[in-house]
């Protein structure tokens, strides 16, 4: 397979991905932001969902307050925003275009109907037809109906080959960088610091992280009791069993390398470097994780994620 | 605006819109009628998909039906809440000492203060748990208080659902559909949220688990089936809670211990948190004929291996002759005076009561002592004379089964009927939650509302609607009044 190919399967998936969890983000703030203010901490809602999408800095770049209605327009149809959901869908396009022929009919399709929607979506926003809160919640709804669409077609139609290795790869890089991101954000309201329950402040931003990955319902089947913020770092850290987990995330990202490595006979930095990550977090337990300190934990994943990222690139797609 | 004779939850007595409104009145002025109907239709296809759908007894065409919801939120001040508030914990307080009392030493018996018949004639009165204590003295762990309003401040209880209270999936399932349809109505305000209802649950049925119970007590869902009315709410409920939905054949008793069929074999079940019936719940103690119940539940509860929810005989609380001496009981075990006021009551079984009620039928509302869902009732002003006549014939032949309230004046909230608003008559029921750790109840409810014109009905059984009901801080007005 070409390199290009690879690389644009590569980032098309995570395009789409962070489209996906940028909708989310939107719409767990919304909510908090609209909680009285004696169920919530002292604000800063905007500036946080800023900051779990990796946009603050250039956010601040060209607003100088994050209203809800600044953070809004700057997270989804801001074109000089490079992550604006409508810049992912816009590149996800894009690199599409470039590979036709490397998609399944029904991929490409849901990425260039998902396109084309959006842009009358611009026009009718443009024409002031489509504005306000009113218009916010059915187009975030659309951009998830788009990623779970592509995510689908991807998972029905590929052949599993490379091709579909690499729009795994992509798709886990990405989502495991998203949650590790969001507990980043969140960590200070992650510690295991107090015992109460249902009284506590922070309930409303546990139960919005737990929405933002849609695991209400999941945290209660897994653990079966009220929402404690160790068990909700337990989640997304450490249970294979939760689909946007960082171990399901490495679970996955090792499984596709390995894949790679073997149809291409040849293991390389990269493989290495995921399985020691897998392994870091196999042997981890909660307890290690608050003595290390999550947020520690949490920055050094970060780290280490991105750097998988431009193993991969060295080893496969810039050659 | 013209004056009212009902007190309306948005304008008053018609002379000018409550602060409280302000946000719903404007959104209501720039939002034309078709927009409204489309947002009406985009709700009921939620709800569809969602599934949120109720069987009625008896209907034989359309046995899936939705529960009319209104677009046109209910507002509650914060103020007004927090005075509710205490006069609901007080009541549910009240309501489970009078249990643990009636079951035990009968203490408000030999007071004098209840006529003992009243207990002992009572079809929900359940002589095998006399003598018998539940863990932490809680019985009514979850209780529907129903509330109306006459007018500023003032709000009655109208009934007390202690047995198996429904609508909970609504005032939650409400919430969401209004958050995603009305992001524009929702930015005017700060509602409480009323999503952590779930966990306060979840945390009320764990903290009342048998002391027998090992590690991480198991909780589970009974329900009667899918043919249920209320069974999507069960279903809504279980999936919340993380807890298994498992009907009577999924449980068996083997030396008086529960356990749940399981693909890894029995599994110890530790509180049934039970939305079937108490005549129903096993066939060796009540109905024989129970296919809905698990056979020697009974005994399993005498010896203090699983807990149920709500405690078997609480439907002796929820009564409606026994409501009409709520204030009374509130008194007896609380010292206090109830915060909360009763709608006057006339009890059948007194001979002067029975006396004006027989002369005033066409006045009052009449209802059976322990009937429930707006079956069996007359509504006086609203009967025929045949109805009266045949109603009247019942009334005759136990005057004791009977009690009779005033046509309340019911406050009216606006409502999107048809193609138009309109003033409908509404209810509120707050759930109460209560644990080991005492009464707790999530600022919102359930708010019931008559969709017909003039009616009082608020029953979903008889054609009732919900409304979405929203607590807010009083910052939101500047209400003098």
Not at chain 1, 261 to 286: C, E, T, V
Not at chain 2, 362 to 371: F, P, S
Request: aromatic residues 10%; negative net charge.
């Amino acid at each position: 397979m070409l390199a290009r190919t690879a690389e644009n399967l590569y980032w098309l998936a995570r395009y789409i991905e962070r489209a996906d969890f940028t909708a989310r983000i939107i719409e767990v703030t919304a909510r908090l932001a609209a909680l009285p203010q004696n169920y919530r901490r002292s604000g800063g809602e905007w500036e946080s969902a800023l900051a779990a999408v990796g946009a603050l800095n250039s956010f601040k770049a060209s607003f100088s307050e994050a209203t809800e209605s600044n953070v809004v327009f700057f997270l989804t149809f801001d074109e000089a925003n490079p992550s604006s959901i409508r810049r992912c869908l816009e590149q996800a396009r894009i690199n599409a275009r470039t590979i036709r022929t490397a998609l399944t009919a029904e991929m490409w399709q849901s990425i260039n109907a998902g396109w084309l929607e959006l842009k009358a979506m611009e026009e009718k926003r443009r024409g002031g037809e489509y504005s306000g809160a009113d218009s916010i919640q059915p187009f975030l709804e659309f951009v998830k109906a788009v990623s779970l669409d592509f995510d689908g077609s991807s998972y029905r139609t590929m052949l599993r080959n490379d091709a579909y290795w690499f729009n795994r790869i992509g798709l886990y890089c990405e989502r495991a960088d998203n949650t590790a991101r969001l507990m980043d954000v969140k960590y200070n309201v992650l510690l295991p610091k107090t015992e109460e329950v249902g009284g506590s402040l922070d309930y409303f931003q546990w139960t919005a992280i737990l929405r933002a990955v849609s695991a209400q319902t999941a945290y209660h089947w897994v653990y079966r009791e009220s929402v404690k913020p160790w068990l909700i770092a337990d989640l997304l850290i450490l249970r294979k069993e939760m689909p946007r987990s960082l171990a399901y995330c490495y679970d996955g990202l090792t499984r596709f390398l390995d894949s790679l490595g073997k149809a291409y006979g040849k293991q390389g930095l990269a493989q290495r470097h995921a399985r020691n990550i897998l392994r870091r977090i196999d042997s981890a337990s909660m307890e290690s994780i608050f003595q290390q300190g999550l947020h520690e934990f949490v920055t050094k994943f970060i780290e280490d994620n991105n750097r998988l990222g431009a193993l991969i690139a060295e080893q496969y797609l810039h050659h | 605006m013209s004056k009212t004779r009902f007190f309306d939850e948005m304008n008053g007595y018609g002379e000018t819109t409550r602060a409280l409104y302000a946000g719903v009145a404007d959104w209501l002025k720039k939002t034309p009628a078709d927009i409204l109907a489309t947002r009406r239709a985009q709700a009921e296809l939620m709800f569809r998909r969602i599934g949120i759908t109720f069987a009625v007894y008896g209907g034989n065409d359309d046995t899936e039906r939705l529960i009319p919801f209104d677009i046109i939120p209910r507002i509650v001040s914060q103020s007004e809440w927090s005075a509710l508030e205490i006069g609901l914990v007080q009541r549910v307080n009240a309501l489970n000492m009078f249990l643990s009392d009636i079951y035990g030493a009968r203490e408000i018996l030999k007071a004098g203060v209840l006529p003992p018949d009243i207990i002992y004639r009572n079809a929900y009165f359940r002589p095998e748990m006399a003598g018998r204590r539940v863990p932490h003295d809680v019985w009514v762990h979850i209780a529907g208080i129903d509330l109306v309003r006459t007018g500023e401040g003032e709000f009655f209880v109208l009934e007390d659902n202690a047995r198996t209270p429904s609508g909970v999936s609504y005032m939650l399932e409400n919430r969401e559909v209004m958050m995603r349809l009305m992001p524009d109505l929702f930015s005017a305000y700060r509602i409480a949220p009323v999503d952590n209802y779930a966990d306060a649950l979840l945390a009320a049925l764990r903290s009342v688990a048998p002391t027998a119970a090992r590690g991480e007590p198991t909780v589970v869902l009974l329900t009667p089936g899918q043919y249920n009315s209320a069974y999507y709410e069960h279903s809504f409920l279980a999936d919340r809670l993380g807890i298994e939905l498992v009907e009577g054949h999924d449980l068996s008793v083997r030396e008086e211990v529960v356990y749940m069929k399981t693909t890894q074999g029995p599994k110890r079940v530790d509180v049934i948190y039970r939305r079937v019936d108490d005549d129903w719940i096993d066939p060796l103690s009540f109905n024989p004929d129970s296919a809905l119940g698990v056979p020697g539940l009974m005994n399993a509860y005498y010896a203090g291996n699983v807990t149920i929810t709500n405690a078997v005989g609480t439907g002796v609380a929820d009564d409606k002759a026994i409501y009409s001496y709520m204030p009374e009981i509130v008194k007896f075990y609380t010292g206090q005076e109830a915060k909360l006021g009763n709608v006057q009551t006339w009890r059948c079984r007194e001979p002067d009561a029975y006396k004006y009620v027989r002369e005033h039928l066409d006045e009052l509302v009449v209802k059976e002592v322990n009937g429930s869902g707006g079956y069996g009732m007359l509504v006086g002003p609203h009967a025929t004379r045949a109805d009266i006549d045949e109603f009247a014939k019942r009334l005759d032949a136990d005057p004791a089964n009977y009690i009779a309230q005033p046509t309340l004046a019911l406050s009216t909230c606006p409502a999107f009927v048809d193609d138009s608003i309109a003033p409908r008559h509404v209810d509120l029921r707050p759930f109460v939650l209560t644990g080991a750790n005492g009464v707790h109840v999530v600022p919102g409810g359930l708010t019931r509302v008559a969709m017909r014109a003039g009616s009082l009905v608020v029953n979903s059984s008889q054609g009732g609607g919900t409304k979405d009901t929203w607590i807010i801080e009083d910052t939101n007005s500047n209400e003098g009044a």
